[in-house]
Nanobody, 114 residues
Framework: QVQLVESGGGLVQPGGSLRLSCVAS????????MGWYRQGPGNPRELVAH???????DYAHSVKGRFTISRDNAKNTVYLQMNSLKPEDTALYYC????????WGQGTQVTVSS
């Protein structure tokens, strides 16, 4: 049974930083391309970053240069370091296997506001 547990969200001022974690069980994250997604109020879920099993990373244009996705194979965990946060980054953040439409976790809320 696949389980993805996201954490690390919170309330942060514009310009601040957060690091999100996604602990996986039931899959080995290093065997898959893993993605971080977000869904803001009234918006569809969007992919913001992904990391392939070989370690290649890519980002949505809106977060490139500010967010960094990484993976700790020993902890079977995927991270999203978010710097220079903006109010438009406010969303519920999820991780999942890229393009999967099942096994979504509960997400972690990120709110950027002064």
């Amino acid at each position: 049974q696949v389980q993805l547990v996201e954490s690390g969200g919170g309330l942060v001022q514009p310009g601040g930083s957060l690091r999100l974690s996604c602990v996986a069980s039931g899959i080995i994250v290093s065997s898959y391309t893993m993605g971080w997604y977000r869904q803001g109020p009234g918006n569809p879920r969007e992919l913001v970053a992904h990391i392939t099993n070989s370690g290649f990373t890519d980002y949505a244009h809106s977060v490139k240069g500010r967010f960094t996705i990484s993976r700790d194979n020993a902890k079977n965990t995927v991270y999203l370091q978010m710097n220079s946060l903006k109010p438009e980054d406010t969303a519920l953040y999820y991780c999942n296997v890229l393009y999967s439409n099942k096994n979504w976790g509960q997400g972690t809320q990120v709110t950027v506001s002064s």
